[in-house]
């Protein structure tokens, strides 16, 4: 599935000084991004719903109900490993945490009870808040990333988020998104697939597209 060109164009431009080039060998010579898709990545975990917070099992779920019932949907880039992206990719806490916001618990539901509560929202929904973390036509490093303070990323949803590069000794990365009545995501791991590509970055929360109460 290809992006709206404009969209693309439009997210190059944006963070042209934040692109990464292919690596160099130690004799200089440049070596090309491999083709390893994300979606690969993502569904190597064959363990299912589980207690371990800092994988991607409700992600996945949701990118396999989104393409289950919407073959042609846009998130089937993620498994185009020739398409060069950047994802940010929410963690299962992350997933959790956006459903005890929705239901006003400060419980955190299972993994299994996030998921029904996600898929709850609609196809649609999913889709479209899963185009959100995903920004077409660049491979944005961490290394690029922390050098992007301030840069406006253009996502697939035709939306976009900002980048906030803070801290003095350790410098670390926030997501500004729609939603201005939560706290925003933060980077907590860089660099999955790396050397691909399509790489992403792990988010402690999920990106709101619009501001929820």
């Known amino acids: 599935m290809k992006f709206n060109r404009a969209t693309a164009?439009?997210?190059?431009?944006?963070?042209?000084?934040?692109?990464?080039?292919?690596?160099?060998?130690?004799?200089?010579?440049?070596?090309?991004?491999?083709?390893?898709?994300?979606?690969?990545?993502?569904?190597?975990?064959?363990?299912?719903?589980?207690?371990?917070?800092?994988?991607?099992?409700?992600?996945?779920?949701?990118v396999l109900a989104v393409l289950e019932a919407k073959p042609s949907s846009a998130v089937g880039v993620l498994a185009d490993g020739k398409t060069a992206l950047t994802a940010f990719i929410p963690n299962d806490r992350a997933f959790q945490t956006l459903v005890a916001d929705l239901q006003h618990t400060r419980r955190l539901?299972?993994?299994?009870?996030?998921?029904?509560?996600?898929?709850?929202?609609?196809?649609?929904?999913?889709?479209?808040?899963?185009?959100?973390?995903?920004?077409?036509?660049v491979t944005i490093n961490r290394a690029a990333a922390l050098k992007a303070d301030g840069a406006t990323l253009t996502?697939?949803?035709e939306s976009s988020i900002k980048v906030d590069v803070y801290g003095y000794y350790w410098r670390r990365i926030r997501l500004v998104d729609a939603d201005r009545s939560?706290?925003?995501?933060?980077?907590?791991?860089?660099?999955?697939?790396?050397?691909?590509?399509?790489?992403?970055?792990?988010?402690?929360?999920?990106?709101?597209?619009?501001?929820?109460?």
């Open 109 to 137: 539901p299972s993994e299994k009870a996030s998921f029904t509560a996600v898929a709850g929202l609609g196809i649609d929904t999913v889709e479209s808040v899963l185009l959100y973390h995903v920004v077409p036509g």
């Open 9 to 62: 164009i439009a997210a190059i431009a944006i963070v042209a000084s934040a692109l990464v080039a292919a690596p160099a060998d130690a004799h200089g010579k440049t070596k090309p991004l491999g083709t390893r898709s994300l979606a690969a990545v993502l569904t190597a975990d064959k363990g299912g719903f589980d207690r371990n917070g800092s994988d991607y099992d409700i992600l996945t779920a949701a």
């Open 182 to 213: 939560d706290r925003d995501p933060r980077v907590v791991a860089f660099d999955i697939n790396k050397g691909n590509r399509q790489i992403a970055h792990s988010i402690d929360r999920v990106l709101r597209p619009i501001d929820l109460p």
């Open 155 to 157: 996502t697939a949803a």
